[in-house]
């Protein structure tokens, strides 16, 4: 079982010291999605919601979340990120958007909570835009599809049902 490294001797939660650690390009993606109801749907697929173009908003509000985990999160460190990327991709079927995120940089500690980070943030900008139209809307099926970089090595989790970035979508 891997040791618990956001713990102190006296079991208090510290920032983990990364000084020692190498430097190595590090990249990591995830996804997420929400659902909501067909009318809803049709007005983001459309871009005919009154706030405006969904996608587009909420693309830029992942990227800006990812760039700020460190802000939101307790003991993440301030990374200087060299990729965001948020795409999206409409289920019609389950009147469903995925939000899929990737994240890279160069340094001594994984992406992979920025790549959460941004997930999240893109789903609840979709969520925060339509909600005058489906305040039953839910977020749900998010999770890291895949890091490299780092002692840890590569990550890559199994295929498995419900996922969009794993191709897995049915």
């Not at 992942?62 to 993440?76: E, F, N, Y």
């Not at 990327?85 to 079927?93: G, V």
């Not at 749900?140 to 969009?164: M, T, V, Y």
Request: proline content about 1%; aromatic content about 4%; charged content about 25%.
């Amino acid at each position: 079982m891997a040791e618990f490294t956001h713990f102190n001797q006296h079991g208090e939660a510290v920032m983990v010291d990364v000084s020692d650690k190498k430097e190595t390009v590090r990249e990591a993606t995830a996804e997420g999605r929400i659902t909501m109801n067909r009318e809803c749907f049709q007005k983001v697929k459309d871009q005919t919601m009154g706030k405006g173009d969904v996608l587009g908003v909420a693309r830029v509000a992942g990227v800006m979340g990812a760039k700020r985990t460190s802000d939101l999160i307790p003991l993440c460190h301030i990374l200087n990120l060299t990729k965001v990327e948020i795409q999206f991709s409409l289920d019609e079927a389950a009147c469903a958007v995925w939000a899929i995120c990737t994240v890279k940089t160069t340094g001594k500690t994984g992406v992979e909570m920025e790549a959460l980070t941004g997930v999240n943030l893109a789903l609840l900008t979709i969520y925060d835009m339509c909600k005058a139209i489906d305040k039953t809307m839910e977020m749900d099926s998010i999770h890291l599809c895949r890091k490299s970089g780092g002692k840890s090595g590569d990550f890559l989790r199994p295929a498995r049902q419900n996922s969009k970035e794993t191709g897995n979508d049915k």
